[in-house]
């Protein structure tokens, strides 16, 4: 079979050529009349929405449904989803660059449907929509305009976080036609609107809406080139205008001849427009320059970034300006290294010398032929025309001695991937240039809304892409649509996934719960094995107990904290500790967490109460009673808290003797410094009995110091640290100089020098110096140094005498100085002793 010349199907355009590849034939039933239908597109060779215009007259045909359908299909003609529709008049019919179907009702509700299945969110415009009414709604990339029946603008900039925003207001009027310019492409970053309202176009943004004084208007159509850099004009005269979308610059003005509007009037690329009536469509140029192309039915155009596609009852074509490596190696007369490498491989082909010949012709510039053909294959649709000019490419760098074929892999790869997904049962007729702005996930990502999986292992493997998505994917679709039973549905989703890397089936089992299936939900998540992705579903399950159970197994203390105060914060208490009850994993971390606070270091004394007292925990729970007791700033109030805690102990009284004894002591104290605090100048509540005994000898109540020692028994050797303190505190000499006249101390005179020292008081300090030796307490020549220490060199030097230590002497004497009075009594004392 004889295949057709690249240029068979170019049309020349002023100084370019433009092509039309025919995709697929016979793509519509031709009962369905496409005349009586809005159809919509998505970018990127995507899916084709049709609904029943409803300003249209149709005949009642028995054979087909009554009811409106919104019908979505590939561009072969595949039916993919019918989605039954009865939620009023459709105002705007349209999809997202990642293939959203976005259906607008004349009260302002938005239906996002984000898969083919009939799945959607739901939203409303909001700002008067539902009472003004809708009249018409624009598209781009992830957003959309919606024009009110008041002229007012509503704009939404993404579909998952829909906050429908005004836009400034146009003047009042008949709009004619409007077009948006996205957001990527304005110097505002906020999406602009272009409307035709009288003779001119006024320009819309968040902040204000400009007149660009015109007056060629009214204008029919306004489109803006996909790069934004251009708007096309249309006049109800029928002039084509071409002008820079600044209003700054008119580039070129074209007369169609026709006084029908045109349906159309969209950009092909970013180099002409596309003006389509019936059955007849026109390619506009630079200067007017005009191709034609005649069909035998009604056409539809959907843009694309670097052309448009032309839906027909029997066809599905793409429209688009011949790309420079195509026109350099096919065009008529072109003599380019690419082109006669082309030539080569064709004489090698039919054993011609003449291959060797064009080889050494473009020898020098056989890197860049080689290039071109590379690329020129990646912009071809005839697979024919791929293998040749990939054979050429191949010809040419087996010539070359150094070549990189990296790109020539690439391509190959690429081009296997998009003859693929072009095969009319995929219906996805990617071009080159689509295919790179989609990317190969966002290719999978189509594959995977069609369910059709075992082309997105394929290709994913190809690229080496990651599975783990699609393998999930289907497992999701397996659980919501599978007739069979829950065992048998889980069972072959774990044999087909187990092993797999990176499968979450967590996602899986919450495809299950949201579509009622619970049991089966459970099963599948026994298989996941992050316990952090098993405990949220499993408590929006409603499954408290095994989502605590999966958190302490996996050892996780912040997830078990999360689970815990879920079930707090959703169960009865009682209910609460009966599930923690049987977990003592659980139960230390509430108790910790009790104890700890809300991070202000005060414990929740409540809820220890209560989990105690339903564990029977009885020292533990007065514990928490005495504990409140100490914070407690009156006494009376903290007589009562420590009641509390010995009424708790009293049942066990024999194995809680020593807590009774400290409670009744403790309640004993707060009694007796409730009176001194009621008797006393100061307060003494809160105080500990030591502290007390302090407080009140310092204060000179030595009687009532003496009182509390006797009640509690406080030690001899205690009462007299407490007493030598609270004196040295109090600065009080002559009690402690009155002490040191007693003839024993139970904790020695050591104590009563140190504290008398450090209090200042170096004359009274050196009192005690001879009770510590007498009491046998003192090494030998350590009553020299604490002479020195209060600074009593000559009574330091008797010692050293007496012990006849002749090296502390002579220090003695060094320090004091030969020549003064307290050097001269030094060496006097030991002139008798030591010689010199």
Not at 278 to 300: K, M, N, Q, T
Not at 350 to 379: F, Y
Request: glycine share 8%; charged share 25%; hydrophobic share 40%.
């Amino acid at each position: 079979m004889d295949v057709a010349h690249p240029t068979a199907g170019w049309e020349q355009v002023g100084e370019r050529f433009y092509r039309k590849t025919q995709l697929y034939s016979k793509i519509f039933d031709q009962s369905l009349d496409l005349d009586n239908y809005i159809v919509a597109g998505a970018p990127y060779g995507g899916a084709i929405a049709l609904y029943r215009n409803e300003d249209k007259l149709v005949a009642f045909q028995p054979t087909k449904p009554s009811k409106p359908s919104i019908d979505i299909y590939s561009c072969a003609g595949k039916l993919i989803r019918s989605i039954p529709w009865d939620k009023g008049s459709i105002k705007g019919l349209g999809w997202s660059e990642d293939e959203k179907l976005l259906v607008i009702t004349s009260e302002g509700t938005v239906r996002c449907y984000y898969d083919f299945q009939g799945n959607f969110t739901q939203f409303s415009l909001g700002n008067g929509a539902e009472e003004i009414g809708v009249k018409s709604c624009k598209f781009y990339n992830h957003g959309l305009v919606a024009l009110l029946t008041n002229n007012a603008l509503v704009s939404v900039s993404s579909y998952d976080e829909s906050r429908p925003k005004l836009l400034a207001s146009p003047p009042e009027g008949i709009v004619h036609s409007w077009a948006l310019i996205p957001p990527a492409y304005t110097l505002s970053r906020s999406v602009e609107v272009l409307l035709s309202i009288g003779q001119t176009v006024y320009v819309s943004d968040a902040t204000e809406c400009e007149d660009r004084f015109l007056d060629i208007g009214p204008f029919t159509h306004i489109g803006v080139s996909p790069n934004g850099r251009f708007a096309s004009l249309y006049t109800e005269t029928g002039h084509a205008h071409v002008i820079t979308s600044d209003f700054q610059t008119r580039l070129s003005e074209h007369e169609s001849k026709s006084r029908i509007p045109p349906k159309y009037f969209e950009w092909c690329g970013n180099d002409a427009v596309v003006i389509a009536w019936e059955d007849e469509v026109h390619i506009v140029g630079p200067g007017g320059a005009l191709a034609r192309f005649y069909y035998d039915s009604r056409v539809h155009l959907v843009p694309e970034h670097d052309g448009v596609r032309v839906i027909a009852n029997d066809s599905c074509d793409f429209l688009q300006k011949v790309p420079d490596v195509i026109e350099e190696v096919f065009r008529l007369g072109t003599d380019s290294p690419a082109s006669i490498l082309l030539d080569a491989v064709e004489q090698l082909e039919m054993q011609s010398p003449k291959a060797d010949d064009n080889i050494q012709l473009i020898r020098s510039h056989l890197v860049e032929a080689v290039g071109t053909c590379v690329n020129a294959a990646g912009h071809e649709f005839s697979v024919h025309w791929q293998k040749q000019l990939l054979k050429a490419a191949s010809f040419g760098k087996s010539v070359l001695d150094i070549y990189n074929s990296d790109d020539f892999v690439d391509m190959c790869e690429s081009l296997r991937v998009l003859n693929a997904v072009r095969f009319f049962e995929i219906g996805l007729p990617l071009s080159y240039e689509q295919y790179q702005r989609l990317s190969p996930s966002g290719l999978i990502a189509r594959l995977l809304n069609r369910h059709e999986y075992l082309l997105a292992l394929r290709i994913a493997g190809y690229l080496r892409l990651p599975t783990d998505k699609i393998y999930v994917h289907w497992a999701s679709a397996k659980v919501r649509l599978g007739a069979e039973d829950d065992d048998t549905i889980c069972r072959k989703v774990v044999e087909k996934l187990s092993g797999k890397p990176g499968i979450s089936f967590e996602a899986i089992a919450r495809a299950a719960y949201d579509e009622g299936r619970g049991r089966l939900a459970t099963e599948l998540l026994n298989h996941e094995p992050r316990a952090g992705r098993q405990v949220p579903l499993l408590l929006s399950m409603e499954e408290d107990e095994v989502a605590l159970d999966k958190a302490i197994e996996s050892g996780d203390t912040d997830l078990m904290y999360f689970v815990l105060h879920q079930l707090k914060r959703k169960l009865p208490l009682a209910a609460f500790f009966r599930v923690i009850n049987s977990r003592p994993t659980a139960t230390a971390l509430v108790e910790a967490s009790a104890r700890l606070g809300d991070g202000d270091g005060r414990e929740d004394t409540a809820l220890l109460k209560d989990l105690y007292y339903q564990d029977d925990r009885r020292l533990d729970g007065a514990a928490v009673f005495v504990r409140e007791a100490l914070r407690q700033p009156e006494s009376r109030t903290a007589g009562d808290k420590l009641a509390l805690a010995g009424k708790l102990l009293t049942d066990n009284a024999k194995e809680n003797a020593f807590e009774l004894t400290a409670i009744k002591e403790a309640a004993t104290l707060l009694r007796m410094q409730e009176a001194f605090d009621r008797d006393l100048t100061d307060s003494f509540t809160g105080l500990s009995v030591n502290q007390t005994m302090f407080k009140l000898i310092r204060l000179g109540y030595h009687g009532r110091a003496k009182k509390i020692q006797s009640e509690f028994k406080v030690p001899e050797k205690v009462a007299w640290w407490i007493r030598l303190q609270a004196l040295v505190a109090k600065r009080d000499w002559n009690e402690i100089e009155e002490i040191s006249k007693t003839r024993k101390s139970p904790i020695g005179w050591e104590p009563f020098y140190s504290q008398t020292l450090q209090a200042g008081n170096p004359r009274l300090a050196a009192v005690f110096i001879p009770k510590c030796a007498s009491t046998g307490g003192l090494e030998p020549g350590q009553s020299i140094a604490m002479y020195e220490k209060c600074g009593m060199r000559v009574k330091a030097a008797e010692e050293a005498v007496k012990i006849k230590d002749a090296e502390a002497w002579s220090r003695l004497l060094e320090a004091a100085g030969r020549g003064t009075t307290e050097g001269r009594e030094i060496e006097r004392l030991g002139l008798s002793v030591f010689k010199k």
